[in-house]
């Protein structure tokens, strides 16, 4: 979670519980530029288990390493990030996090010397580049996937036909618009963190952007529109490319969405993230109620 002074704050460490406390607790970080650690027992003000350890510190990044940081997110490369930290509670100076770019490292503030955190424990973590979500399509309910995909923070690409009239103030939350020719559409940046939704309402640009994409293997393909109109799309993909491999027809989802009685494009929305959400996490869709064991499990 990043925190401003003024209490502006990107993120969070709960799902709203214990931020205002992180606030009160962080007002010594500002004022000295000191770490500390400091504590949450959910056990007495929530009722839930255990407690939670949490390191304040100060985050000050020069331009070259915000470039770095940048470039690593643009390039969809992975990084990782290492904080070093003791679970006594109050200030200790040789706390710190830094975070490793291409080999290098940068830490959160200048002040961090790695050598002198023999005594600390190491919590490591690796990330992955943002999730994407590519949208073939530009009607209303492309409209209305992106705003819920965008909620998630997933980053999304709508890809429209270039004589579609639509401009990217049309989609809430798009990162861009592109019209390519399909001949000429760039899939090199589609991924294992990219689902793929193909939703033209178009039968023959369904079919041309299929050919188009039939050599890529997101996280998730899904394809809109009930079951014999995917049969048909995919009788004329192999008639244009009979070669097309059996791994790329079998990722398929189409269907696509969970069958949660959605109707309006805003539930078909939702229906649809959370199918990819439910293939992504490797998750068989059920109430949380007959789920046996705790929930995060």
Known sequence: MLLKEDGEMKGAVSGGCVEKEVFRQAKSVFNDGKPKMMTYDGRLRLGCEGIIHILLEPFNITETQFEAFESTLN?????????????????????????????????????????????????????????????????????????????????????????????????????????PAYEQLDTSKIDKQTAVMVMTHSFNKDVQYLMALRNTFPAYFGLLGPKHRRERLLDKLLEYYPETSLGFLDQLHGPAR????????????????????????????????????????
């Open 75 to 179: 390039n969809r490369k992975r990084f990782t990030c290492e904080s070093f930290y003791a679970k006594e509670v109050g200030v200790n100076e040789a706390m710190g996090s830094q975070i490793n770019l291409n080999g290098k490292s940068y830490p959160f503030r200048s002040s961090f010397q790695t050598d002198t955190i023999k005594e600390l424990d190491q919590f490591s973590q690796e990330f992955f580049p943002p999730f994407q979500l590519y949208i073939f399509g530009a009607e209303y309910d492309a409209v209305n996937l992106c705003k819920t995909a965008s909620d998630l923070g997933w980053e999304v690409t709508v890809v429209a036909d270039p004589d579609e009239s639509k401009t990217i103030a049309y989609f809430s939350g798009v990162k861009q618009l592109i019209t």
């Open 258 to 297: 969970i069958n949660l009685g959605a109707e309006k494009a805003s539930e078909i929305a939702i229906s649809i993230v959370a199918e990819i959400l439910s293939v992504v996490k490797k998750q068989e869709p059920i109430a949380l109620r007959e789920k046996t064991g705790g929930i995060h499990e």
